[in-house]
């Protein structure tokens, strides 16, 4: 389960038995624990989206040292793709070092390139998709209705039409998978004019609780403040 940082009454959820009662209020879920737990609820704050790089103005800032995976950059982890985008960086240092084994400063100069290249557009993605998704989260706490930028209206159109649009659900699962950029998606022939009917359209909810069902399972009664800041 995954909230907004601030919203101070989701953080009773670390308590097993709140967990608990609020996963079984999710249906499409509830089934998942039914199992012998392996551990108590593990909580999870402080995420950061942060990459490093180790080449300045073409030069590295030291050979024989190179950032793989988390090491080179992290993000929120519920999107699941730190082991995709993590092996296929492995693939890209393993390229590097074919063609540079002898050369440190190529090696390290070729790689960052190839990964700037290749990884970074994913990096970015997700940080613009989690600074979107803080704002739907701010929004649906607030009460008022969610203003999404361009790309993230193009988005949720997306979104909406996997249910109906088997080209809209390959495009998802693809951008989900890490096998082509949202970008790619959308300009695949005719996408744009097929999204344009689930534009602005109000999104289903999920099912499960509502806000006000979520805080009395939390057992909490009120409203809780929101910090500023996501
Ligand atoms: C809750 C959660 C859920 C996730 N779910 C998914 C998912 O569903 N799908 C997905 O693709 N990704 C997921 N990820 C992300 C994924 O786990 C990471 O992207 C991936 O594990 C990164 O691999 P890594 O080898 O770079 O780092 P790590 O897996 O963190 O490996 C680094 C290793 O180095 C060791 N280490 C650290 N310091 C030292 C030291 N000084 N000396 C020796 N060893 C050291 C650590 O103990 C660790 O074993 C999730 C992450 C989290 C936190």
Redesign the pocket.
């Known amino acids: 389960m995954i909230g907004l940082a601030g919203d101070q009454a989701i953080k009773a959820l670390r308590h097993a038995q709140v967990w608990e009662s609020v996963t079984r209020s999710f249906p499409t879920v509830a089934h998942w624990i039914d199992g012998e737990p392996i551990s108590d609820v593990m909580p999870?704050a402080g995420i950061l989206d942060r990459r490093r790089c180790f080449v300045i103005d073409d030069a590295p800032i030291a050979t024989g040292v190179v950032p793989?995976?988390?090491?080179?950059a992290?993000t929120n982890?519920?999107?699941?793709?730190?082991?995709?985008?993590?092996i296929w960086q492995a693939t890209l240092l393993r390229d590097a070092v074919g063609r540079h084994a002898d050369d440190p400063v190529s090696l390290v100069v070729d790689y960052a390139g190839a990964t700037e290249r290749l990884l970074t557009p994913w990096f970015q993605d997700q940080n613009d998709r989690d600074r979107q998704r803080a704002a739907q989260f701010r929004a649906l706490l607030e009460g008022r209705p969610l203003e999404p930028n361009p790309a993230h209206a193009m988005e949720l159109a997306l979104i909406s039409a996997v249910r109906d649009d088997p080209e809209a659900a390959r495009g998802w699962f693809d951008i989900f998978g890490c096998l082509a950029l949202p970008n790619e998606v959308l300009g695949r022939p005719g996408m744009r004019d097929r999204l344009s009917a689930y534009m602005g359209r109000p999104m289903a909810p999920p099912p499960g609780p509502t806000r006000d069902e979520l805080l009395a399972l939390l057992g909490t009664t009120g409203r809780m403040p929101v910090a500023a800041g996501h």
């Not at 793989?68 to 080179?72: F, P, R, V």
């Open positions: 999870m793989l995976g988390d090491a080179w992290c982890p519920s999107a699941a793709r730190g082991f995709s985008l993590g």
